[in-house]
């Protein structure tokens, strides 16, 4: 069965009490148990377990090609519950231009001694991982964290090559898709052993989520590891809310149509700012003109993701004037949802950004190209 049909007919067979072909919403936190103190139903408290946020995990597990997945109370919760479950001493390997709240946790986490070290990569080119493979000194565990295309600068990294350079080095290899979604890229297939998501963002889709996943390849199911990651979630108590499930779940039906028009509708926005007299680059993977659009074009399907950045002539002052005069684009963090959306992300980000202080992040919604283009040139003009 195809993916999209897969998702679009989830969770896949009618209620069986009721033959409804949406799925309900269970809020019960806890079930009956029997008379040996089994539990006939399948469920014991929804800590652990919620019959409404299985069916997300089962869909979300075989989109992304993976064994299973597990739904978190937000893309944060996720990643700080596989890095709480990795050995004490992990040393990462992360690109230095990445989600900045999660860059800035691993570098508090090393200043309180929980973390081993924190090498960043500056760019997305195996050359530069390889380097920085060879420089950690392999004496505990690693992890490497890889984000592609990267926010909000558009990298693109060689999922296979870097992957390959992290085994061999005796890493862990976990991937973000936020960005690309399992519509245009699967990152198991490419090595990673985890895959991660802020699943707030484009597999919700309508901006009133707040969730995050993991979803593990065949060879970490199983482990010690996934084991205590599941643990994790439960004993933190980070886990997704049945109503938040149900609407995941709701978001998920219609994550191809989304992310298909969202991604062709970026492309033209990027292709008219690229022709710009007023714009200095354009980062967007599926431009001929970036530096990863070979590598995307092999590793991305069916298009290059919702995510365009760039940089206006006149340095920041130029970027902050544009900002200023944007009407259909709204200035708010976030990215993924049906509006499309606009930030100056080095004034959001702040001290220590690698971020160049003019370019403009623009999450692409589900608006007509024209209209998105027209404001945009109205704003540099």
């Given at each position: 069965?195809?993916?999209?049909?897969?998702?679009?007919?989830?969770?896949?067979?009618?209620?069986?009490?009721?033959?409804?072909?949406?799925?309900?919403?269970?809020?019960?936190?806890?079930?009956?148990?029997?008379?040996?103190?089994?539990?006939?139903?399948?469920?014991?408290?929804?800590?652990?377990?919620?019959?409404?946020?299985?069916?997300?995990?089962?869909?979300?597990?075989?989109?992304?090609?993976?064994?299973?997945?597990?739904?978190?109370s937000s893309g944060m919760a996720a990643a700080t519950a596989l890095l709480d479950a990795?050995?004490?001493?992990?040393?990462?390997?992360?690109?230095?231009?990445?989600?900045?709240?999660?860059?800035?946790?691993?570098?508090?986490?090393?200043?309180?001694?929980?973390?081993?070290?924190?090498?960043?990569?500056?760019?997305?080119?195996?050359?530069?991982?390889?380097?920085?493979?060879?420089?950690?000194?392999?004496?505990?565990?690693?992890?490497?964290?890889?984000?592609?295309?990267?926010?909000?600068?558009?990298?693109?990294?060689?999922?296979?090559?870097?992957?390959?350079?992290?085994?061999?080095?005796?890493?862990?290899?976990?991937?973000?898709?936020?960005?690309?979604?399992?519509?245009?890229?699967?990152?198991?297939?490419?090595?990673?052993?985890?895959?991660?998501?802020?699943?707030?963002?484009?597999?919700?889709?309508?901006?009133?989520?707040?969730?995050?996943?993991?979803?593990?390849?065949?060879?970490?199911?199983?482990?010690?590891?996934?084991?205590?990651?599941?643990?994790?979630?439960?004993?933190?108590?980070?886990?997704?809310?049945?109503?938040?499930?149900?609407?995941?779940?709701?978001?998920?039906?219609?994550?191809?149509?989304?992310?298909?028009?969202?991604?062709?509708?970026?492309?033209?926005?990027?292709?008219?700012?690229?022709?710009?007299?007023?714009?200095?680059?354009?980062?967007?993977?599926?431009?001929?003109?970036?530096?990863?659009?070979?590598?995307?074009?092999?590793?991305?399907?069916?298009?290059?993701?919702?995510?365009?950045?760039?940089?206006?002539?006149?340095?920041?002052?130029?970027?902050?004037?544009?900002?200023?005069?944007?009407?259909?684009?709204?200035?708010?963090?976030?990215?993924?949802?049906?509006?499309?959306?606009?930030?100056?992300r080095a004034r959001i980000e702040g001290e220590g950004t690698p971020v160049p202080a003019?370019?403009?992040?623009?999450?692409?919604?589900?608006?007509?190209?024209?209209?998105?283009?027209?404001?945009?040139?109205?704003?540099?003009?």
């Open positions: 069965m195809d993916p999209s049909t897969r998702a679009a007919r989830a969770p896949g067979q009618p209620d069986p009490t009721m033959r409804g072909l949406v799925a309900p919403i269970y809020p019960s936190t806890t079930y009956e148990r029997g008379r040996e103190g089994d539990y006939p139903g399948g469920h014991s408290y929804s800590r652990d377990q919620n019959p409404t946020v299985e069916p997300a995990e089962e869909l979300l597990a075989a989109l992304e090609e993976g064994t299973e997945a597990l739904l978190f990795l050995d004490p001493g992990t040393h990462v390997i992360a690109p230095a231009r990445m989600y900045w709240t999660l860059r800035r946790w691993f570098e508090r986490e090393v200043e309180r001694g929980r973390l081993a070290g924190l090498t960043l990569v500056d760019g997305p080119e195996e050359e530069r991982w390889a380097a920085a493979f060879a420089e950690h000194d392999h004496t505990g565990p690693t992890l490497a964290w890889l984000e592609t295309p990267s926010n909000p600068m558009g990298d693109v990294i060689d999922l296979i090559e870097v992957a390959e350079l992290a085994h061999e080095a005796g890493a862990l290899v976990a991937a973000d898709n936020t960005t690309a979604t399992p519509v245009h890229t699967r990152p198991l297939e490419f090595g990673a052993d985890v895959v991660f998501h802020s699943a707030t963002k484009q597999l919700n889709g309508h901006g009133d989520v707040l969730a995050g996943a993991l979803v593990c390849s065949d060879e970490l199911a199983g482990t010690e590891l996934w084991a205590r990651v599941r643990h994790e979630r439960a004993y933190r108590g980070a886990v997704l809310g049945p109503f938040e499930a149900w609407l995941l779940l709701r978001g998920m039906r219609t994550l191809f149509v989304r992310v298909a028009r969202s991604s062709a509708t970026a492309f033209e926005v990027a292709a008219a700012l690229a022709e710009h007299p007023s714009v200095a680059e354009v980062r967007y993977p599926g431009l001929p003109s970036h530096p990863g659009h070979d590598i995307a074009a092999r590793q991305m399907h069916d298009g290059f993701g919702m995510l365009v950045s760039f940089r206006p002539t006149g340095g920041e002052e130029a970027a902050r004037r544009a900002l200023g005069r944007l009407t259909l684009f709204t200035d708010a963090t976030s990215l993924g949802s049906t509006e499309s959306l606009v930030e100056h003019d370019l403009l992040r623009l999450s692409i919604g589900l608006e007509h190209a024209d209209d998105l283009i027209g404001d945009l040139r109205q704003a540099l003009d």
